[in-house]
Nanobody, 125 residues
Framework: EVQVVESGGGLVQAGGSLRLSCAAAGLAFDDYAICWFRQAPGKEREGVSCISSTGNEYYTDSVKGRFTISSDNAKNTVHLQMDSLKPEDTAVYYC???????????????????WGQGTQVTVSS
């Protein structure tokens, strides 16, 4: 059983940074993919960034150049470094995992069966 736990959310001013972490216990880090999604109040959940054990990454256009995804295989953890944060980045951020790698990971919700509970990110103007 894979268990996913997010951490690192909080309140930050516009222009600031936060680092989210996704710990995926029970996931083999030689064959996996993990995506970050976010959901703002009144909006649909959207894919933010993904990483696969193939080494490929994905970023949605609105975060390119500001967010960086990385993996720490020794700790079964994926990080999302978020810089130059904007008020529109405010949302609950979710980590989702799958046990098989994909060559080019994309945030297709139905392909990721393991989800965390989410962590709140609030960016004040």
């Amino acid at each position: 059983e894979v268990q996913v736990v997010e951490s690192g959310g909080g309140l930050v001013q516009a222009g600031g940074s936060l680092r989210l972490s996704c710990a995926a216990a029970g996931l083999a880090f030689d064959d996996y993919a993990i995506c970050w999604f976010r959901q703002a109040p009144g909006k649909e959940r959207e894919g933010v960034s993904c990483i696969s054990s193939t080494g490929n990454e994905y970023y949605t256009d609105s975060v390119k150049g500001r967010f960086t995804i990385s993996s720490d295989n020794a700790k079964n953890t994926v990080h999302l470094q978020m810089d130059s944060l904007k008020p529109e980045d405010t949302a609950v951020y979710y980590c989702a995992a799958r046990a098989r790698a994909v060559v080019h990971p994309h945030p297709l919700r139905w392909e990721y069966p393991y989800w965390g509970q989410g962590t709140q990110v609030t960016v004040s103007s």
